[in-house]
T-cell receptor, first 115, second 114 residues
Framework: SQTIHQWPATLVQPVGSPLSLECTVEGTSNPNLYWYRQAAGRGLQLLFYSVGIGQISSEVPQNLSASRPQDRQFILSSKKLLLSDSGFYLCAWSVGGGTYNSPLHFGNGTRLTVT | AQSVAQPEDQVNVAEGNPLTVKCTYS??????LFWYVQYPNRGLQFLLKYITGDNLVKGSYGFEAEFNKSQTSFHLKKPSALVSDSALYFCAVRDGAGGFKTIFGAGTRLFVKA
């Protein structure tokens, strides 16, 4: 069966520090991968999605970036964090290979607090 | 561009009563529609989806949803609510014309009172 791992679970970082959040998926090949941010326990904002290694689509211009160095690895990064980057970051995957009707499967999230 | 509206921030229902959580959507192509549930400090869990076919879709934990194309709605329903159903519910849409982006509504918090 497929599993998704996301870490760390919580993170407190000072303003201006770098960020690296990692997500890996097991049990499937060539998944579509997604990063979402959830603010104040409500709506989800799509940040990035990827349909293959090295293919990243950015939805919101900001100081975050994403990379997919391996098929089942998705990394969210920042060179300098802002206070407004605080939130709950969720990684998700769906079946790839041109399958459009697969639901998303989410990790347990990372709660980031920028101080 | 696709969008989703969940008009109710919160829905309150007594245990044993039926529940409805509303969702309307906008998408240029045929819609792929999804419902998810989120418990505190966790990721979202998939409940059910509509892709094509029967307008009434059945999913996990006794939930179902009805697709209405003319009203562009996809309301989540359950005949008899449980206290354990209390959680945050999200409706989501993907453009069936070939997009990979899934857009979520703002969420509706469901409280089921014993």
């Amino acid at each position: 069966s497929q599993t998704i791992h996301q870490w760390p679970a919580t993170l407190v970082q000072p303003v201006g520090s770098p960020l690296s959040l990692e997500c890996t998926v097991e049990g499937t090949s060539n998944p579509n991968l997604y990063w979402y941010r959830q603010a104040a326990g409500r709506g989800l904002q799509l940040l990035f999605y990827s349909v293959g290694i090295g293919q990243i689509s950015s939805e919101v211009p900001q100081n975050l970036s994403a990379s997919r160095p391996q098929d089942r690895q998705f990394i969210l990064s920042s060179k300098k964090l802002l206070l407004s980057d605080s939130g709950f970051y969720l990684c998700a995957w769906s079946v790839g290979g041109g399958t459009y009707n697969s639901p998303l499967h989410f990790g347990n999230g990372t709660r980031l607090t920028v101080t | 561009a696709q969008s989703v509206a969940q008009p109710e921030d919160q829905v309150n229902v007594a245990e044993g009563n039926p529940l409805t959580v509303k969702c309307t959507y906008s998408v240029s192509g045929n819609p792929y529609l999804f419902w998810y549930v989120q418990y505190p400090n966790r990721g979202l869990q998939f409940l059910l989806k509509y892709i094509t076919g029967d307008n009434l879709v059945k999913g996990s934990y006794g939930f179902e949803a009805e697709f209405n194309k003319s009203q562009t709605s996809f309301h989540l329903k359950k005949p008899s609510a449980l206290v354990s159903d209390s959680a945050l519910y999200f409706c989501a849409v993907r453009d069936g014309a070939g997009g990979f982006k899934t857009i979520f509504g703002a969420g509706t918090r469901l409280f089921v009172k014993a």
